[in-house]
């Protein structure tokens, strides 16, 4: 581990911290688009586009467009804090 | 040999967009022949061969002595191949085969499946993916064991691993002897140790490694057979191939029908003899024991009158009659309570398809959504795979990958349930009985479609007509009008499915049996080469028993694996999470954490299904939903009543939680 050593505590609080912030938004985001949609189903599904009630779509569809971008952006995004605080691994050989 | 290794991975692209193409021209191929008067048979026969052989091939090439390679393919998989490889290790024949028939059959309900097994992954992406790869052991109870320190969170782990893996594959063997039997026209129990033959062809020599390039090359093939025959349908049906966007006019065609025929005087004229049949049952229950002796008699009496010379089908008739006749009044109740319910369902008029939590209500079909996000991100199956990719970084695309993957199909199931509704609906709802379409007396010989003129009109109600859960993905290229090289396409589309859950979750099992019991417990001294043949040994046992059970046909296997999300939710997941997010969870705390999580979902499991222990209405499938916060609330208070971790494990945490230092595995 050592790791440790080699990057200072102050180093990795801040980059946790930023690691926390932006896992608390996608699970925010995650949150909404699934449960609170679910609950508000009845309403959204005054909304009908393009043949879809807005309620459902977000079931059948919507919430799983969001997860899917939800993800790449938490990877592209922690990537690059990794390098920011200096914490990204070795090159791969 | 290393040189030729890396020029695979160097290639990978390359090599599967070339055996993608090959894939299509070989199914064109087949569709020339059909039309030169290859028969069906031939047809399944080529397509069984010649997908099983594929995968062998690649397993076989696949074949390592290297401990590395066979556990986590040598670390060597790059992000896209690996979303590719848990996209299929992911996606069992009840996604494949089911998923859409359950949405066809429950409507907005259903979508609690949908929205569950893809949402784990954003669970499984910031709580665990890449902090496992960063601690870069093999097995899930190997991070059980280095975080809390010593046998007992790994045994509990092995326990864990091993109850959720097993009852899920088989389920999965069941699904390939199923296919196999239906398709070849096979006896089940053949289909079984055939499918078990491709099962083990692809992961015994070459374990991790050999069964992800299969998996990544069962993954093409059945997403291919997933989107063909509803691109054409959708094509049909609204003249634009994009089903996943065409379905929104369609739905719109289900509401206005629904209506109409729940208006329909002849509909509520069935509606009424549902009733009575509802009564008729409610009369036979009430009157148990007598009622259950008077029909055994009266079946065996119909076997007894039968003369002579009667054609041999009428006997067996009879005699299957008598087999399926519950063996004592307490089965017959319970088994005619469940025929009352399905009665009294059909006297009511349709619940509309669009309309929420008709089926399920609020609070059930959020906590069995929640339950099984929350048990997609503990199976040990999947996070497993997360081991195999070079590095955190790429550990993070991957769940992204992943989740693409999948998503492509399950963004689609809904078009797929759709479809076949408008189609039942508006195109065999209201036909004469005598001039139903083909595809339904095809489905109905094999049970998965049945139809009975209740009030003798000659025209088919809605309430007349049953159709299956699995019958909406395989009879979908005929409703379309597709040539049996669709069906046949589709059928190998379900048996890659099958077959790369399967392999996934045998490596599972065997791996927790011989890396985390025998290397790690008993043995620590073992040579690679005992380890390994080991491994493999276990591997053939755990495949036979699972076979062996699987001929059985239980059908409470349905419901166990429902059931393993839950499990896997309430003694995994606390745990693993806490492990990484909680610097002071201690063994303690996790011990009790598992059990007591582990203990409440059993509890409720069995309370519920069996004794009618009923907390807030939640149903046994979603019993997780007590177990998971219990787990976590135990490890948290547990952990500081007993005076937090050691510093080394807090150092571990911290450790594990930066990539820097990530293991670069090189054991030979």
């Known amino acids: 581990m050592k790791e440790l050593q080699e990057v200072s505590k102050e180093q990795r609080d801040l980059y946790w ?3 926390i912030r932006l896992t608390t938004f996608t699970l925010v985001i995650w949150f909404v688009v699934t449960y609170v949609c679910a609950f508000f189903v009845k309403e959204l599904n005054n909304v009908v586009i393009f043949g879809f009630p807005f309620g459902y779509y977000m079931g059948a569809q919507g919430s799983l467009i969001v997860f899917v971008w939800l993800i790449f952006n938490y990877a592209f995004k922690m990537n690059k804090y990794d390098k920011e605080f200096g914490v990204e691994e070795e090159e791969e050989k | 040999m290393a040189n030729g290794k890396s020029s695979f991975l160097d290639n990978l692209g390359k090599i599967y967009m070339i055996y993608t193409v090959g894939f299509i021209v070989f199914v064109i191929g087949l569709g020339i022949g059909e039309k030169m008067g290859m028969s069906n048979s031939m047809i399944g026969y080529t397509y069984m061969v010649i997908t099983i052989g594929l995968y062998a091939v690649i397993g076989i090439s696949s074949r390592t002595a290297k401990v590395s390679e066979y556990y986590v393919a040598g670390r060597s998989v790059p992000a896209l191949f690996n979303g590719m490889a848990t996209g299929s290790d992911w996606m069992s024949a009840a996604s494949f085969i089911g998923m859409a028939g359950t949405i066809f059959g429950l409507g907005y309900d259903g979508l609690a499946y ?22 870069g052991q093999y097995t899930i109870p190997d991070f059980l064991g280095a975080r809390y320190g010593g046998s007992a969170a790994r045994t509990i782990g092995i326990i864990a691993a091993i109850i959720a893996s097993f009852t899920y594959l088989i389920a999965q063997v069941t699904g390939v002897g199923i296919i196999m039997s239906r398709f070849l026209a096979i006896d089940f129990q053949i289909g079984v140790f055939v499918g078990l033959a491709g099962i083990l062809v692809c992961s015994m020599l070459g374990g991790m490694k050999a069964v992800t390039w299969t998996q990544v090359a069962q993954y093409i093939i059945l997403i291919i057979a997933y989107l063909v025959p509803v691109t054409v349908m959708s094509y049909n049906a609204t003249g634009v191939p994009v089903s996943e966007v065409m379905y929104g006019q369609v739905l719109q065609k ?38 259950f002796e008077a029909k055994k008699q009266a079946l065996n009496d119909k076997l007894a009158a039968l003369p002579a010379d009667a054609p041999a089908a009428d006997k067996e008739k009879a005699q299957k009659a008598i087999t399926a006749f519950p063996k004592n009044p307490a089965e017959a109740k319970e088994k005619w309570e469940l025929a009352k319910k399905a009665a009294m369902d059909k006297t009511k008029p349709i619940k509309p398809y669009l309309q929420p939590f008709a089926r399920l209500d609020m609070l059930n079909m959020l906590a069995l959504t929640f339950c099984l996000m929350v048990g997609t991100a503990g199976l040990p199956h999947i996070l497993m795979r997360y081991y195999t990719v070079p590095s955190v970084k790429q550990a ?33 709802i209201g036909l004469p009985i005598a001039s139903l379409p083909a595809w339904m007396a095809n489905w109905a010989k094999v049970g998965l479609v049945s139809f009975k003129d209740l009030n003798a009109d000659g025209i088919l109600q809605f309430y007349e007509l049953t159709i299956g859960a699995d019958a909406i993905v395989l ?10 090289v669709v069906s046949g396409l589709v059928a190998a589309g379900g048996l ?5 859950t399967a392999d996934g979750l045998l490596l599972t099992i065997s791996n927790a049996l011989s890396h985390d019991l025998y290397y790690k417990m008993i043995n620590p001294n073992a040579s690679i080469l005992k380890r390994l043949t080991i491994s493999r040994v276990l591997l053939v046992i755990v495949a036979i028993i699972s076979a062996y059970v699987a001929t059985f046909k239980l059908t409470i296997i349905v419901e166990l694996v429902a059931w393993a999300f839950s499990i896997a939710a309430a003694s995994f997941f606390p745990a693993l999470v806490m492990g990484i997010w909680d610097k002071k969870a201690n063994k303690a705390g996790a011990l009790c954490g598992m059990w007591l999580g582990f203990s409440l979902c059993l509890f409720y499991m069995i309370g519920s299904r069996f004794y009618g222990l009923s907390w807030f209405g939640v149903k046994t499938i979603s019993s997780g939903l007590f177990g998971i916060p219990l787990g976590f609330i135990t490890i948290y208070v547990v952990s500081r009543l007993t005076g937090g971790a050691p510093k080394d494990i807090q150092d571990f945490v911290e450790s594990v939680r930066i990539p820097k230092g990530a293991s670069v595995a090189h054991e030979e």
Not at chain 2, 116 to 135: H, I
Not at chain 2, 403 to 418: E, R, W
Request: proline share 5%.
């Open chain 1, 17 to 19: 911290k930023k690691n």
């Open chain 2, 114 to 135: 949908i929205m569950g097994w893809t949402g784990g992954y954003v669970l499984l992406a910031v709580f665990l993916g890449p902090y496992l790869r960063k601690f």
């Open chain 2, 254 to 291: 289900i509401d206005a029908k629904e209506k109409q025929i729940n208006a329909d005087p002849k509909e509520i004229e069935v509606m009424g003899l549902w009733k009575i049949e509802a009564d008729k049952i409610d009369a036979d229950i009430k009157a148990l024991p007598g009622s």
């Open chain 2, 396 to 428: 993070r695309i991957s769940v992204g990958w992943s989740l693409f993957f999948i998503f492509l199909l399950y963004f689609t199931a809904p078009a797929y349930a759709a479809f076949a509704r408008n189609e039942v609906l508006s195109n065999v």
């Open chain 2, 475 to 484: 009879a979908t290229p005929e409703i379309a009008g597709l040539p049996y």
């Open chain 2, 496 to 500: 890659a499915a099958a077959l790369s």
